[in-house]
């Protein structure tokens, strides 16, 4: 079987889809090892990805100059506001569709077409080419962004035409799927489509990334260390986790000799926090390379923190949930009344993410746990198994 796979984003470090990505085309070559894999990777600029450790038989690399031409800005500056049409997306749909339109679909019998990032050129791209039929169709978030939870985007006539322009994509493509079922469900209703949007989870393979090359990382200094690791975004609540810590160490006194809170972290408000910590036994540090932090997390680590968008709900599936799974470490999951984590996590780790006391006995209750030598139930269980996402992309497929 000859397979194809079109992705935007290889990169090891400093992206979550660049990490599932990469995973998907390791999951692939364990379901079909005799397949003849090929991968397209379009990007803009030039990337650290280390591609000798995919498994695949062939790459294209396809540079895409995301320079705009000075008439496509100036004429831009008009047709947005009177024609609602962004003719800065359109030159980049178009770079994308002439390489795509160069690719004879019957030299391959599967597609999978990944999105990265926030305007999903890949999938557009898509558009009036003959390899639209054959496709399988990743959405990794909300398409258009105004109906991402996390999103302060308004509703304008501009990303209306955006949904009208995916919904014709989506309806003659030969399937679609996404990592969370919440967004399955959410995406079919949105775009009124009759075609079932499967759900399959982020992966997460080690094999993929580079993971004997030396690192060093800092060694934790308490008995036990209970870290985040990421970015401070899309009204991630973390002042709440810091709050909950702070209050647990002040009812626990014997905690303040054996635990401390590592919170690696970048984004705009991560110089912010620092102003609320209140005790030594929160150490703020800034980000590690993707390898370096999945090193210290495996070594140092004993409970691992995920913090989702604190909204009402949230139908994402956050990449790095497969990433700590791999871990085999209790993971807090500071998530809000509705989420795909929600869904497929034990209860013994998820909390209200704008409940401090909740956050904190869920807390307590892992510490606990250690100290007591307790064994831990499985925080997803076989979700994210290698089992699942065989049946899960052969009943796409097939």
């Known amino acids: 079987m000859r397979i194809l796979i079109l992705v935007q984003d290889l990169r090891t470090s400093g992206t979550s889809e660049g990490v599932v990505s990469r995973s998907f085309i390791f999951r692939m070559r364990q379901v079909y090892p005799e397949s003849f894999i090929r991968v397209i990777y379009f990007k803009h600029s030039d990337t650290f990805d280390e591609i000798d450790q995919l498994p695949i038989n062939e790459i294209k690399v396809v540079k895409i100059n995301a320079i705009y031409p000075s008439h496509i800005l100036w004429l831009n500056k008009f047709y947005w506001r009177i024609l609602h049409i962004s003719l800065k997306e359109r030159y980049l749909q178009n770079l994308y569709r002439a390489e795509i339109q160069s690719i004879e679909p019957s030299c391959y019998d599967q597609v999978f077409v990944r999105s990265a990032g926030l305007d999903y050129e890949v999938v557009l791209g898509l558009s009036k080419t003959s390899l639209l039929n054959k496709s399988y169709l990743n959405f990794h978030d909300p398409y258009p962004v105004f109906w991402d939870p996390g999103s302060k985007s308004q509703l304008t006539m501009l990303e209306l035409l955006r949904l009208r322009s995916m919904h014709r994509i989506i309806e003659k493509a030969a399937g679609v ?54 970015a401070l975004q899309f009204r991630r609540n973390i002042d709440a986790i810091i709050e909950a810590f702070q209050i647990l160490l002040d009812e626990n006194i014997n905690f303040r000799d054996s635990i401390e809170l590592v919170l690696r972290v970048r984004g705009v408000d991560s110089k912010k926090i620092s102003k609320k910590v209140q005790t030594k036994n929160i150490i703020i540090l800034d980000c590690l390379s993707f390898v370096e932090s ?90 994210f198994s290698k089992e699942n996402f065989a049946k899960s992309i052969k009943k796409l497929a097939n």
């Open 294 to 383: 999945y090193k210290e997390q495996q070594t140092e680590s004993d409970i691992c923190i995920i913090v989702e968008t604190c909204n009402s709900y949230s139908n994402t599936l956050p990449g790095k949930a497969s990433v700590l799974n791999q871990l085999n470490k209790p993971i807090l999951i500071s998530s809000p009344p509705k989420s795909e984590l929600r869904r497929i996590a034990d209860e013994l780790y998820v909390a209200d993410c704008d409940s401090i006391s909740q956050l904190k006995e869920k807390m307590k209750s892992l510490i606990y746990k250690i100290e007591n030598n307790e064994n831990f139930p499985p925080v997803f269980g076989d979700y």
């Open 177 to 230: 799927f996404t990592p969370s079922s919440i967004l399955s469900e959410h995406l079919q209703y949105l775009y009124g489509s009759m075609k079932i949007f499967d759900t399959i989870p982020h992966q997460f393979e080690p094999l993929a990334f580079n993971m004997d090359k030396e690192i060093i990382y800092r060694r934790k200094e308490k008995r036990i260390q209970i870290s985040y690791h990421g």
